[in-house]
């Protein structure tokens, strides 16, 4: 079955770490890039971070750059968020998402998605 | 404040049309591909157009895509009362060299 499990989330205290994983099934993981999204309580969705299928390339939201990690481990069909100096606005459902086909960013567009995983940064 | 501008909500009865229009930049949707989502509460959102106006397999034809400049829109023909739900628009932004996503747009069925 074609499908993304992300893992990882939970309650965290402010200027804390997490990692989010998501764990990838029926499709060749290598093959396409990956993406995190997220979505605060009763807000829209903010797109956080992406990975090219190789690994090479990163991207990140303003809101998150210098504070997370997006990685990949391609042999266990894997994606990661690693998340520090967690803050309150970091409070959100997180979803990852892949690339639709192997094309540029100019099209950018998600076909699967996981169910997400809550992270919330409460003291 | 989202880098590309939807609006809060829109609304039609049953059987009548929507339009949800996305605004946005030179850097996003004037130079990139637009697509849409769908979200129902409690959801991962689900891919309803891309390419800026392409289906995927399984979409009905009542949702459709367009773009023009750095706007773009998603119509819904025949509103269901099971198209109630909220709508995204997303894009690259080649300034950024990241993903931007639309505020976001509640369709209620009247």
């Given at each position: 079955?074609?499908?993304?499990?992300?893992?990882?989330?939970?309650l965290?205290?402010?200027?804390?770490?997490?990692?989010?994983?998501?764990?990838?099934?029926?499709?060749?993981?290598?093959?396409?890039?990956?993406?995190?999204?997220?979505?605060?309580?009763?807000?829209?969705?903010?797109?956080?971070?992406?990975i090219?299928?190789?690994?090479?390339?990163?991207?990140y939201?303003?809101?998150?750059?210098?504070?997370?990690?997006?990685?990949?481990?391609?042999?266990?069909?894997?994606?990661?968020l690693q998340?520090?100096?967690?803050?309150?606005?970091?409070t959100?459902?997180?979803?990852?998402?892949?690339?639709?086909?192997?094309?540029?960013?100019?099209?950018?567009?998600?076909?699967?998605?996981?169910?997400?995983?809550l992270?919330?940064?409460?003291? | 404040?989202?880098?590309?501008?939807?609006?809060p909500?829109?609304?039609?009865?049953?059987?009548?049309?929507?339009?949800?229009?996305?605004?946005?930049?030179?850097?996003?949707?004037?130079?990139?591909?637009?697509?849409?989502?769908?979200?129902?509460?409690?959801?991962?959102?689900?891919?309803?157009?891309?390419?800026?106006?392409?289906?995927?397999?399984?979409?009905?034809?009542?949702?459709?895509?367009?773009?023009?400049?750095?706007?773009?829109?998603?119509?819904?023909?025949?509103?269901q009362?099971?198209?109630?739900?909220?709508?995204?628009?997303?894009?690259?932004?080649?300034?950024?060299?990241?993903?931007?996503?639309?505020?976001?747009?509640?369709?209620?069925?009247?």
């Amino acid at each position: 079955e074609v499908q993304l499990l992300e893992s990882g989330g939970g309650l965290v205290q402010p200027g804390g770490s997490l990692r989010l994983s998501c764990a990838a099934s029926g499709f060749t993981f290598s093959s396409y890039a990956m993406t995190w999204v997220r979505q605060a309580p009763g807000k829209g969705l903010e797109w956080v971070a992406a990975i090219i299928g190789s690994g090479d390339s990163t991207y990140y939201a303003d809101s998150v750059k210098g504070r997370v990690t997006i990685s990949r481990d391609n042999s266990n069909n894997t994606l990661y968020l690693q998340m520090n100096s967690l803050r309150a606005e970091d409070t959100a459902v997180y979803f990852c998402a892949k690339k639709f086909d192997g094309s540029g960013w100019s099209k950018m567009y998600f076909d699967l998605w996981g169910r997400g995983t809550l992270v919330t940064v409460s003291s | 404040q989202s880098v590309l501008t939807q609006p809060p909500s829109v609304s039609a009865a049953p059987g009548q049309k929507v339009t949800i229009s996305c605004s946005g930049s030179n850097s996003n949707i004037g130079n990139n591909y637009v697509s849409w989502y769908q979200q129902f509460p409690g959801t991962a959102p689900k891919l309803l157009i891309y390419d800026n106006n392409k289906r995927p397999s399984g979409i009905p034809d009542r949702f459709s895509g367009s773009k023009s400049g750095t706007s773009a829109t998603l119509g819904i023909t025949g509103l269901q009362t099971g198209d109630e739900a909220d709508y995204y628009c997303a894009a690259w932004d080649t300034s950024l060299s990241a993903g931007v996503f639309g505020g976001g747009t509640k369709v209620t069925v009247l």
